[in-house]
């Protein structure tokens, strides 16, 4: 458990996604992705797909509620992707995000992973993140998995050996 900057306990778990709190976090996700992006450019996981065989959720919590949510694709030669961070708006600047991320690259690690990739999108809606992951050693690289370049994506890294 860690605590969260309003002094809650912060709660990492692993998540099956049958919660409605947390499903709930997921459908404000992906609106906000397709209304922060342009058409064609949201590669974020539904339901489906993070449920998917070699998906792992996490889900955060402070008592009750459900605060924040983050995901691990294994992508097999001990590569990982991270997928669908978010913190729910009411726990923005908390450090929720940041526990995610570190929760994941732990685990990550622990499973042997070497690097940690992730693709994500540009501009304003997505400044806070993109100094979340650079304040943690991610670096600007190429396209990986079935990820092409476009105007709006971009693609970081992590080596985590």
Do not use: C
Request: hydrophobic share 45%; glycine share 12%.
């Amino acid at each position: 458990m860690r605590h969260d900057q309003s002094g809650g306990e912060l709660e990492i778990r692993e998540d099956d996604l049958s919660g409605e709190a947390v499903r709930g976090l997921l459908r404000l996700h992906l609106r906000g992705m397709h209304a922060s992006s342009p058409p064609g450019s949201v590669f974020a996981l539904d339901l489906l797909g993070l449920t998917a065989p070699g998906v792992t959720v996490w889900s955060a919590w402070v008592s009750a509620t459900v605060v924040g949510i983050a995901a691990l694709k294994d992508l097999g030669d001990r590569t990982g992707e991270l997928k669908s961070m978010r913190t729910h708006p009411n726990f923005l600047r908390r450090g929720v995000a940041a526990a995610l991320l570190a929760h994941v690259i732990a685990v990550a690690r622990s499973r042997g992973m070497r690097r940690l990739s992730l693709e994500t999108g540009s501009g304003p809606a997505f400044a806070a993140a993109l100094a979340l992951y650079r304040g943690r050693g991610f670096v600007d690289g190429e396209p990986f998995a079935e990820y092409r370049r476009g105007e709006f994506n971009q693609f970081l890294h992590l080596s985590i050996e």
